[in-house]
Each structure stands twice: as C-alpha cells, then as structure tokens.
C-alpha cells in the first residue's frame, strides 16, 4: 500500500476505533475552548487520573478564562496546590488575562505559541481539540505511536523525533476530525502502545505497524535520550511552637507565591530527622530530610534571617488555606496528624 494510502487507512481505523472505544474525561464530556485549554495546561507533566479532581475542582470555582484572569494569584495557586510546576498557574493566568483583551481567540497554533508555557504540542492540542484546526496534536503517545508504525527510530532527543515523524502526523489529518485524531492517539498510547509491554495483539492498527510486519522489539522505537538525572539533598527544618509553624515564602520563577519548609542553612546544626520528602522536579531527584528544631526554635530562625530566608508564623488554622507546594503540604498534615 503506498504511504499515503498507509495513513489514511490508519486514520479511519484509529476514527473507528475511538469512536468506540474514548475514555470517558471530564474535559471531554463538556467541551470548551476554556476546558481544552486548562486541561492541557494541568496534563503538562500529570497523569490524567491525578489531574482530573483538580480539574473538576477548578471548574467549579473558575470556569472560564474572566474568572481565571480576575482571580487572586494566591487562590490560583491554593486551588492547584499538590498538582506540582507551578509555573503553570502563572503562564495559565497571562493566557487568560491576554485572551479576555483580545477580541477573539488566536485562529492557529502558531498564535497560541505566543503564549508563555504553550509549546508545539500544547498548541495544536488547543488548536486540534479546542478549535478543529487542521493539525494532528502528537504528544509523546503520539510519537511513540507513529515510531512503530513507521518503523523510524531509536531518535537522539524528542525534536529530532517531531521533526521526523511530523509528515506522518500531517498525512494522518483528515480535515475536520483532526482533535479526535488527536485525541485517540492520547487513548490508544495509554491503552494498547504503551512504552512498556504494548499490547499488539489487540491493537485496531495491527496490520499496518512496521514492528509488528517486520517482527521487531516495539519498545526499541520509542526511545528519546533522556538527560542523566542527578540527586540533591536539601535539609528542611520544622519550626513550631504553640502559636503554629514557621514556613518559608518560596523564591525563584517555579516556587513564587508558594510556602514551604525552611531550608536549613549549610553548617548549622537541627534535630534528628522527622520525615524525608522526596520529589522529582525535570531531571532532579531531590531528597529532603525534614529536622526538628531540638529546642533551638529562636536560635535557628536567627540563622535563617541570616540566611536571607524570608520566614513567617501560621496558626495552624491558616495552613489550610495557605498555598503550600504538594510534597510539603502532605509532609506538613503527616507530622501534624501523627507527630
Ligand atoms: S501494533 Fe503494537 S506497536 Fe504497533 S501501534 Fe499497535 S500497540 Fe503499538
């Protein structure tokens, strides 16, 4: 079968077998422009099942792009609290705010680009899904998938991958149905072509997949070199007395607006070790052993002043409704809940 012939057969099959098959998703069952890009905006670095609370939480309280561009930057950040890369409020919040002073929305992906926190995917996803644009959004279901039914691959990094397997994506556009395109490539790299121990034998694409025509490993056509992670260690000091807990405002364009534990300064001595948090941040494993202060309360935040950490008092009334990042909030509720 010629190669064109190849992807329009794909695509009706993949039509078909969405049309059966679609998870059921709250930003699918109601669909809107806001809906498409929020979530988009939340399924950035978070599985779908830990996002869909915080989406259907959001939606209650901001459900449409004024709410979000009125909204108190704070209450944004409380309500996305435990979602993790909070520079994606933020970027949320420019989105909203541009768009409600523009007249209409951008018309291209390339528009939505503009934005700060929408790269090559995100914006054909918006453009696909949110506007029928004719664009076949490919994240990295997307381009697993296409690696193995083409049969290219292994790829140094994933642009090199996007830039190879783009004329596939674009010979898969069938006008109009692109955003289920789209989306049953999301659902069918989740469900059948999954990194690890894809399941071939039930794949609607079966017939026309390279790995499977040619007998090959599908999981040595899905590989994009990854950086090297590295571990950093960071100590955190619990601070409380019977006024409540001292916490640190966050600094730096990822935790701004955040509170977490304070950051116990290089050669300054604490208490034994409450808890570890443990958290991966882009390539970065960090592990953070949480000290108690020994009796020393006054004595460490004189040190973390010093330090130019920027420390304040919370009755433990106020934690709730405090932005606190995720890992932190639920270290801070263990030890408060059992000591
Ligand atoms: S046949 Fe297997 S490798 Fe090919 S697309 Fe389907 S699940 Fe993926």
């Given at each position: 079968m010629a190669e064109d012939g190849k992807w329009s057969t794909v695509a009706a099959l993949l039509l078909e077998w969405y049309g059966r098959t679609a998870r059921v998703l709250p930003w699918r069952e109601r669909r809107s422009l806001y809906g498409t890009v929020l979530s988009e905006f939340m399924l950035r670095q978070t599985r779908v099942a830990a996002a869909i609370p915080y989406y259907l939480r959001w939606m209650e309280r901001f459900p449409d792009f004024r709410s979000v561009a009125e909204?108190?930057?704070?209450?944004?950040?409380?309500?996305w609290s435990g979602l993790g890369y909070y520079g994606r409020v933020r970027q949320l919040k420019q989105l909203c705010t541009a768009l409600c002073d523009r007249r209409s929305p951008p018309a291209a992906p390339s528009e939505w680009q503009k934005f700060p926190g929408v790269g090559p995917y995100?914006?054909?996803a918006i453009a696909a899904i949110g506007q029928n644009y004719d664009v076949v959004a490919l994240d990295a279901n997307g381009l697993r998938i296409l690696c193995r039914l083409s049969g290219l691959g292994p790829f140094s990094s994933r642009s090199a991958a996007e830039r190879a397997l783009r004329p596939s994506a674009d010979a898969l556009a069938l006008?109009?149905?692109?955003g289920p395109i789209s989306e049953a490539l999301m659902d069918l790299?989740?469900?059948h072509c999954r990194a690890g121990r894809p399941?071939?034998?039930?794949?609607?694409?079966?017939?026309?997949?390279a790995v499977v025509q040619r007998n090959l490993v599908p999981?040595?056509?899905s590989k994009f070199s990854t950086p090297r992670s590295r571990r950093e260690e960071r100590?955190?000091?619990?601070?409380?007395?019977g006024r409540g807990l001292w916490l640190a405002v966050g600094s730096g364009s990822r935790l701004a607006g955040l509170y977490e534990l304070p950051t116990l300064p290089a050669g300054t001595g604490a208490g034994p070790v409450l808890r570890t948090i443990r958290r991966r941040i882009s390539s970065t494993d960090y592990v953070e052993p949480v000290h108690g202060a020994d009796g020393r309360l006054e004595e460490l935040l004189v040190a973390l002043r010093s330090d130019g950490q920027e420390v304040q008092l919370f009755s433990l009334d106020e934690l709730e409704r405090l932005p606190i990042s995720g890992p932190h909030g639920r270290c801070i509720a263990d030890i408060l809940a059992n000591g």
């Amino acid at each position: 079968m010629a190669e064109d012939g190849k992807w329009s057969t794909v695509a009706a099959l993949l039509l078909e077998w969405y049309g059966r098959t679609a998870r059921v998703l709250p930003w699918r069952e109601r669909r809107s422009l806001y809906g498409t890009v929020l979530s988009e905006f939340m399924l950035r670095q978070t599985r779908v099942a830990a996002a869909i609370p915080y989406y259907l939480r959001w939606m209650e309280r901001f459900p449409d792009f004024r709410s979000v561009a009125e909204a108190d930057e704070g209450e944004l950040l409380c309500l996305w609290s435990g979602l993790g890369y909070y520079g994606r409020v933020r970027q949320l919040k420019q989105l909203c705010t541009a768009l409600c002073d523009r007249r209409s929305p951008p018309a291209a992906p390339s528009e939505w680009q503009k934005f700060p926190g929408v790269g090559p995917y995100c914006a054909a996803a918006i453009a696909a899904i949110g506007q029928n644009y004719d664009v076949v959004a490919l994240d990295a279901n997307g381009l697993r998938i296409l690696c193995r039914l083409s049969g290219l691959g292994p790829f140094s990094s994933r642009s090199a991958a996007e830039r190879a397997l783009r004329p596939s994506a674009d010979a898969l556009a069938l006008s109009g149905r692109c955003g289920p395109i789209s989306e049953a490539l999301m659902d069918l790299g989740n469900g059948h072509c999954r990194a690890g121990r894809p399941d071939c034998v039930a794949c609607p694409l079966r017939d026309h997949c390279a790995v499977v025509q040619r007998n090959l490993v599908p999981e040595n056509f899905s590989k994009f070199s990854t950086p090297r992670s590295r571990r950093e260690e960071r100590r955190r000091l619990w601070l409380q007395d019977g006024r409540g807990l001292w916490l640190a405002v966050g600094s730096g364009s990822r935790l701004a607006g955040l509170y977490e534990l304070p950051t116990l300064p290089a050669g300054t001595g604490a208490g034994p070790v409450l808890r570890t948090i443990r958290r991966r941040i882009s390539s970065t494993d960090y592990v953070e052993p949480v000290h108690g202060a020994d009796g020393r309360l006054e004595e460490l935040l004189v040190a973390l002043r010093s330090d130019g950490q920027e420390v304040q008092l919370f009755s433990l009334d106020e934690l709730e409704r405090l932005p606190i990042s995720g890992p932190h909030g639920r270290c801070i509720a263990d030890i408060l809940a059992n000591g």
